[in-house]
């Protein structure tokens, strides 16, 4: 502070700087400051000379760097506030005016300097807008980071129709990279579908039902989505009835093939493989990739892909393996040809869990479930990773490596279930149990099974239900003392259930 102080006239330019960025151009800085270009120079040549700033390039198409974010704080923090607040007003106007492709392509930084400027209902609109650019590019941290910035600004302003309708539509937004990042079960996502409920039902009572009719039904899939991942088969099965009902009196065909996509899933889940598999030849029908893919953000996935996956997942158990394995890689086909991580995401885990594991074939499983891994690293995915640990878990047991099995798959649990997830736990529960079999570990093999059965039958999970029994007939003949009656009557139990 004190060597900014010296430099006089310069210190206003270190200030107008600091307001902008740590980083910032020649260009802005001028159309902000309005001063004589052999001014503007000589004031940042002070700077440069001082040690406080870096310069790239040659004036007017130089940019400037403060040497050190401490530098650029006590430039900011020297200005008072009203001064700062026209401030930003100036830079805001400066980019919008002479820079429309830096508020076209960044909103968030003209966002920024909206708010510091208290332009509360500018900024809301503008942080809005930059969530749902995030969330298109699949920047799911930063898609939320900007949507509840959007919401709490206009939580703060007088509330008129249009402000109460991009509310509601930033509301929804925001449901879909909470559901990725925090897990579909976490509080976090199902406090966002809540509130968007409420937020459309103030609105419909004063006479403004949403323009949008999409977000009712985005609603209804975070909803049903949170009790799929928490899985509860009959909450499940009632939203998708709800779904498809609603899509069919409004004779909507994107939400009637999201539906069919849902009741799919649903039923599937609850061992209703027949059912299943028709409902989602129903939603395969129904795809339109070019009119349907930019709605991943609004339904958790691409429809299509996630419909082929499950449907992939149902034929290798109903006992057609080629089928399964042509849906898996025309799933992974159409998610390649997008740039959407939540799909993406999706797709690896069950084409490595329900078809490339399935088959034998574990080379594939294991690199899809380590993309998958990586994928959902990068995106700040809980859910996803230990979706991937899991898989890799399986393959670590099936491959010979008990040990780590173990290790793998019990660290996968822990980080799943803080996500609030339970779905699929009841099938990986007998791959654990199986390789604590292999080590001699045979009470922790039984506690994995019966814990495997229980919740199968509290959250109607039953589409694994007959491997569970086979694992345990597997394990009564792997004991210290084999019971044959004890694995017959399982393996019976297996052979009815399938």
Known sequence: MARLDRLGPAKEMAQIGAAIGREFSHALLAAVVHKP????????????????????????????????????????????????????????????????????NQPELLARHCTEADLIEKAALLWGKAGQRSLSRSALVEAIEQLTRALRQFAALPATPALRREQIKLQVALINPLMHVKGYAAPEPKAAAERARVLIEQAEALGEPPDDPLLLFSVLYGFWAANTIAFNGDAVLELSEQFVALAEKQRAKVPLMVGHRLMGHSLLCRGDIAQSRAHLDRAISLYEPAEQRPLATRFGQDAGPSALIHRSWAMWVLGYPETA????????KYV?????????????LHGSLFTHTFRGDYPAASAQAQELFAVADAKGALLWKAAAMFVQGCILGLTGRASDAVQTINSAITLYQ????????????????????RLAEFKDAWRCIGEAMSMMKTTKEKWCEADIYRTAGEIALMSPEPDAAKAQAYFELALAQA
């Open 37 to 104: 270009e052999a001014e503007l120079n000589s004031a940042l040549d002070r700077l440069i000379a001082a040690g406080l700033l870096f310069r790239q390039g040659v004036p007017p198409h130089a940019t400037y760097l403060f040497k050190h974010a401490l530098v650029q704080d006590a430039a900011y923090g020297m200005l008072l506030r009203e001064p700062r607040r026209a401030l930003h007003a100036r830079i805001a106007d400066a980019i919008e005016s002479q820079f429309p492709e830096i508020a076209e």
């Open 325 to 332: 394995l042509s849906d898996a890689h025309r799933a992974v």
């Open 336 to 348: 390649r040809e997008s740039d959407q991580a939540a799909t993406l995401m999706f797709v690896l």
């Open 418 to 437: 803080s996500t609030g997830s339970i779905i699929h736990v009841p099938y990986f529960l007998p791959y654990l149990a199986s390789a604590y079999a």
